[in-house]
């Protein structure tokens, strides 16, 4: 069975600055997939960035970039240069190879961004 | 546009009651999922269905039930057994069982039962 936890149920961080948030998964599995995902008040779900966890490189898109350490099962997210609309809840999500197309979950940390 | 839609918005209930929420995607997807999201917590899988007329249940699918006879919908059930069914109900889809394409979010459904 496959775990995700996210161990900061709450964070801030002032407009501009950097933040990175933590994720570590547990599974058995060789190959899986991971994904953060990011839930603004809308509630509409928003896929933020992904991994394909035999890519040793770390994924990055504008802003968003990841740590990536699969040896620690460890799956960071960083956000550079926050700005007020990254205020959100953010949500680690893993999908192993062999279970299909089932993601299981963190718990998510909910990140405000001051001005 | 394609996209998921899920309706309604807002969802009262009265206990005792069967309820049913409505999942419509236009985006030929394959597999289509049934999520609870409580305070607190993260994303539940209730129920999934990675075919037309066949689904599988998820981690707490005891008081739901579904259907899938169509692709593109995937109409959720909450029965009079789920004993706690107040929650943000989520329906997500993707492309087919295999690879890491993402799942699409429809936009909820919040049940409250009064």
């Known amino acids: 069975a496959q775990t995700v936890t996210q161990s900061q149920p709450e964070m801030s961080v002032q407009e501009a600055e950097t933040v990175t948030l933590s994720c570590t998964y547990d599974t058995s599995e060789n190959n899986y997939y991971l994904f953060w995902y990011k839930q603004p008040p809308s509630r509409q779900m928003i896929l933020v960035i992904r991994?394909?966890?035999?890519?040793?490189q770390n994924a990055t898109e504008n802003r968003f970039s990841v740590n990536f350490q699969k040896a620690a099962k460890s799956f960071s997210l960083k956000i550079s240069d926050s700005q007020l609309g990254d205020t959100a809840m953010y949500f680690c999500a893993q999908r192993a190879e062999t279970s299909g197309s089932r993601l299981t979950f963190g718990e998510g940390t909910q990140l405000t961004v001051n001005p | 546009d394609g996209g998921i839609t899920q309706s309604p918005k807002y969802l009262f209930r009265k206990e005792g009651q069967n309820v049913t929420l409505s999942c419509e995607q236009n985006?030929?997807?394959?597999?289509m999922y049934w999520y609870r999201q409580d305070p607190g917590q993260g994303l539940r899988l209730i129920y999934y269905?990675?075919?037309?007329?066949?689904?599988q249940k998820g981690d707490i699918a005891e008081g739901y039930s579904v259907s899938r006879e169509k692709k593109e919908s995937f109409p959720l059930t909450v029965t009079s057994a789920q004993k706690n069914p107040t929650a943000f109900y989520l329906c997500?889809?993707?492309?087919?069982?295999?690879?890491?394409?993402?799942?699409?979010f429809g936009p909820g459904t919040r049940l409250t039962v009064l």
């Open positions: 991994q394909e966890a035999y890519k040793q």
């Open positions: 997500a889809s993707t492309q087919d069982r295999y690879s890491y394409n993402e799942q699409f």
């Open positions: 985006l030929n997807h394959d597999a």
């Open positions: 269905s990675q075919i037309v007329n066949d689904f």
